[in-house]
């Protein structure tokens, strides 16, 4: 059984930062590329970022590219997500997600789609005040 469990969200002021993380189990870890998400009240779920298996390439959606990083450490089976700059509009639920397939076709394409994954973590708030 697959678990993804996600900690590090919180309330912050505008321009503040936030680390959040994800610890997996119950497959290897360093055999899959994972992804982050988000979802706002009344909206979809959206792509944030994704790193592949590796951690060599990561992938970003252009509304927190340069303020947001991804990265993992395969030896405790964790990716995290630094978000810097946090603005308003970051204000969600924040879902880390594994990878379906061992070998995808990596691209950002690829990444940004919620079917590419096949485990999801429970969510952890974000709230940034104004």
């Known amino acids: 059984q697959v678990q993804l469990v996600e900690s590090g969200g919180g309330l912050v002021q505008a321009g503040g930062s936030l680390r959040l993380s994800c610890v997996a189990s119950g497959r290897t870890f360093s055999s899959y590329a994972m992804g982050w998400f988000r979802q706002a009240p009344g909206k979809e779920r959206e792509f944030v970022a994704a790193i592949t298996k590796s951690g060599i390439t990561t992938y970003y959606a252009n509304s927190v590219k340069g303020r947001f990083t991804i990265s993992r450490d395969n030896a405790k089976n964790t990716v995290y997500l630094q978000m810097n700059g946090l603005k308003p509009e970051d204000t969600a639920v924040y879902y880390c997600?594994?990878?379906?397939?061992?070998?995808?076709?990596?691209?950002?394409?690829?990444?940004?789609?919620?079917?590419?994954?096949?485990?999801w973590g429970q969510g952890t708030q974000v709230t940034v005040s104004s």
């Open positions: 997600a594994s990878d379906r397939n061992p070998h995808p076709i990596a691209t950002t394409n690829y990444f940004s789609r919620t079917f590419s994954y096949d485990y």
